[in-house]
């Protein structure tokens, strides 16, 4: 879990694809590599109810979190209604280069991707995460 700044599990509200930084908050930092520059990708928006916290905000009840849209550039899937275990970063830096970090200033705002530990929720889960989470 040291690698995330917020764990958690969810239900999933609503999805929506992401063109528009503007709503969310978002600002990048650093160069993009060339392949990228001028662009901001396609992401989803999954908004979640929080059914717990492990790691991270335990103020807020809801949670949205951004992934690239596709599995092909990484992105995460999701269906609503769905309950899952999510492990995010408060930026995204695996979508442009090393050098550059998508953030938003929006602090109910995160980023996930398929190379995370994301998983459908199941029930076993969460003594695993309530004891991984004793080791920070």
């Known amino acids: 879990m040291a690698n995330y700044a917020r764990v958690f599990r969810g239900i999933v509200l609503s999805k929506e694809q992401v063109t528009d930084w503007g709503k969310y908050k978002v600002i990048e930092q650093g160069e ?3 392949v990228f ?3 901001n990708g396609i992401f989803a928006a999954y908004k979640l ?7 991270g905000t335990k103020t807020i009840d809801t949670i949205t979190v951004l992934t690239p849209f596709t599995g092909a ?12 275990a999510l ?5 995204d830096f695996a979508f442009y280069s090393l050098n550059h970090k998508t ?9 996930t991707n398929h190379c ?7 029930d076993a889960l969460d003594s695993q995460l309530v004891e991984a989470g004793k080791g920070r």
Request: charged share 25%; hydrophobic share 30%; with cysteine.
């Open 73 to 84: 550039a990484c992105g995460y899937r999701m269906e609503v209604g769905g309950q899952y």
């Open 49 to 55: 109810k929080i059914v717990k916290t492990y790691k």
């Open 37 to 39: 520059k001028g662009s």
């Open 32 to 34: 993009k590599n060339d």
């Open 116 to 122: 995370t530990a994301n998983r459908e929720w199941f």
């Open 87 to 91: 492990f995010c970063s408060d930026y």
């Open 103 to 111: 953030i938003s200033l929006d602090s109910s705002v995160v980023w």
